[in-house]
């Protein structure tokens, strides 16, 4: 079990290009999420899926789009990256969103966008 | 809107000796409470959570947390700090009904000192 993966794990961007964050879980959950942790803010939420086949929008989300590939797979894109992008970007996924579900977290992507 | 509050960026503790993290919530209602560890480099991982009942619980690692309804508080407990816990703790909370989006604290970082 590999549990969560994102890819890549660094990247580095000049202002105005775009890129896909990729990530993949083996869990079989149904819910899965995008974080972006910035200095002295702790994480928040960009977007999240609920079930395959939905999407929403979490606290920071513009900027950004998502895909929910399938069950397992839920991509993040920046169609035009600008500084304040600069970021650590996780992804996590849980059973559910119910009743407390433990998150389970992804070893997150370093981006710069210069 | 809820929040969470982590009133220490920092926090520098001898081996051996206790610790406490502190962390202060506002919400509508009681809501599901978490505590995640992340080492450097690292994703989070999930140290204990409190959704009901007994308002002493204990996690992963030796650490336990207890929910003060009065004073809106979980704060984070270890008898005996060894030097592998040196990490950035965050406290999280999630609405108890409906969808779970974590809400994170900004977090506090331990520094353990010989």
């Known amino acids: 079990n590999a549990g969560v993966t994102q890819t890549p794990k660094f990247q580095v961007l000049k202002t105005g290009q775009s890129m896909t964050l990729q990530c993949a879980q083996d869990m079989n959950h149904n819910s899965m999420y995008w974080y972006r942790q910035d200095p002295g803010m702790g994480l928040r939420l960009i977007y999240y899926s609920a079930s395959e086949g939905t999407t929403d929008k979490g606290e920071v989300p513009n900027g950004y789009n998502v895909s929910r590939l399938n069950k397992r797979e839920f991509s993040l894109r920046l169609e035009s990256a600008a500084p304040s992008q600069t970021s650590v970007y996780f992804c996590?996924?849980?059973?559910?969103?119910?009743?407390?579900?433990?998150?389970?977290f992804g070893p997150g992507t370093r981006l710069t966008v210069l | 809107a809820q929040s969470v509050t982590q009133p220490d960026i920092h926090i520098t503790v001898s081996e051996g000796a206790s610790l406490e993290l502190r962390c202060n919530y506002s919400y509508g209602a009681t809501p599901y409470l978490f505590w995640y560890v992340q080492s450097p480099g690292q994703g989070l991982q999930l140290l204990l959570k409190?959704?009901?009942?007994?308002?002493l619980v204990q996690g992963i690692k030796g650490f336990e947390a207890e929910f003060k309804r009065s004073q809106s508080s979980f704060n984070l407990r270890k008898p005996s700090v060894h030097w592998s816990d040196a990490a950035e703790y965050f406290c999280?909370?999630?609405?108890?009904?409906?969808?779970?989006?974590?809400?994170f604290g900004t977090g506090t970082r331990l520094l353990v000192s010989p």
């Open positions: 409190y959704f009901s009942g007994d308002t």
């Open positions: 999280a909370v999630a609405p108890a009904t409906g969808f779970q989006k974590l809400v």
């Open positions: 996590a996924s849980s059973e559910d969103g119910s009743w407390g579900n433990e998150q389970f």
